[in-house]
């Protein structure tokens, strides 16, 4: 049965006409019955809410025109966990402490205080914000749902839209992460001139969806290129943080951990190795240290691993990197 305080809002929301109050109280007693397996329940009570009387017609967005391709979201069973990624300090601390929240909900509202569950992740590819959502899902031992923008972004009028409402309407039915990677796909600044009305009104919509989200969702995005955000998507977002190119020492810690996971030594102490890396973001070190591996491995049994790291490293600081020619590296 759902608990007191939920059921007293219900009824202090019905009374005084909130829909929007008792939309998200009757998404919340859902959530708790679904968690304590009691689908039928929780669908039957999703299902009454979003029905619709004779000749309703949602004003916000058009229906679609055609279905999308593919599902609009791709749950996971998270497997990363915080203890796994090599992060700053001061993101592990709030992370922890958002978890803790989450985790102890009920006594933040028995105190008229709710979880924080909205964080804007910043920072170059690569360095761990795919990583952080899925971790900060285990912690929460809740599903990781994916947002897929060839699915959502639809070319007919008022589509994208739409699709963006069906993503959040499915993600409140659960205790869930959802998470946005690329955020600044959907989020972009209204005022840029360039920009058509569909995608001001997209983000409009999406601010609106936002500020609708119940607390036990907790929405996560990620964008390379803050600058490029609305700033009222940044005012929705009561955790952000900033996810840098590692330090040297970040490098030397990833490489005795890659050592000690995959049972290969690199041929160079970790301090040499973070010296001589300094500059990559932790996608490349870990590319470089599984194409040692990988080379390793087709030499054996007579593979000299410091040889082929002293090879791979040659061929890292020649390497492509966007907006500099190899000479520049």
């Given amino acids: 049965m759902a608990r007191a305080d939920l059921i007293l809002k ?4 019905g009374t005084r006409g909130d829909q929007t109050e008792f939309t998200r109280t009757v998404e919340a007693i859902a959530s708790e019955e679904r968690a304590k397996k009691h689908t039928i329940l929780a669908d039957r009570l999703l299902a009454q809410l979003r029905s619709k009387p004779n000749g309703y017609q949602d004003s916000l967005v058009l229906r679609s025109s055609k279905p999308p391709a593919g599902p609009l979201v791709v749950e996971a069973v998270p497997e990363r966990r ?3 990624l090599i992060l700053p300090d001061n993101v592990t601390e709030v992370i922890r402490d958002l978890v803790e929240e989450q985790h102890r909900a009920d006594l933040l509202r028995s105190h008229s205080m709710e979880p924080r569950h909205r964080v804007l992740l910043v920072g170059p590819p690569g360095n761990g914000k795919t990583s952080l959502a899925e971790a900060l899902a285990y912690a929460l031992n ?3 749902l994916s947002a897929r923008y060839e699915a959502i972004i639809g070319s007919y009028l008022g589509e994208t839209a739409q699709r963006i409402a069906e993503v959040f309407e499915y993600a409140r039915s659960r205790q869930c992460v959802l998470f946005f990677d690329e955020f600044d796909t959907v989020g972009k600044e209204r005022g840029d001139r360039q920009e058509t009305g569909e995608i ?3 983000v409009s919509s999406l601010l609106l969806q936002i500020d609708a989200l119940p607390t036990y969702v907790v929405v996560v995005t990620a964008s390379n290129h803050p600058e490029l955000l609305d700033r009222a998507v940044w005012r929705r977002f009561e955790v952000r943080l900033e996810l840098p ?5 970040q490098i030397e810690e990833w490489v005795k951990r890659f050592e000690d996971r995959t049972g290969y030594e690199l041929g160079f102490t ?3 190795l973070a010296m001589r890396l300094k500059g990559a973001s932790f996608s490349e ?3 470089f240290g599984l194409d040692v591996v990988r080379r390793t491995i087709l030499e054996q049994p007579n593979s000299d ?7 791979r490293l040659k061929q890292w600081r020649k390497r492509f990197v966007l907006g500099q020619s190899a000479s520049e590296v």
């Fill in 305 to 311: 691993t410091k040889r082929i790291t002293e090879q």
């Fill in 142 to 144: 809740v599903p990781l």
């Fill in 285 to 287: 070190v870990e590319d």
């Fill in 270 to 272: 970790p301090r040499s």
């Fill in 10 to 13: 219900l009824v202090k929301a």
């Fill in 82 to 84: 915080l203890d796994d």
């Fill in 245 to 249: 190119l590692p330090r040297r020492g």
């Fill in 200 to 202: 001001k009104r997209v």
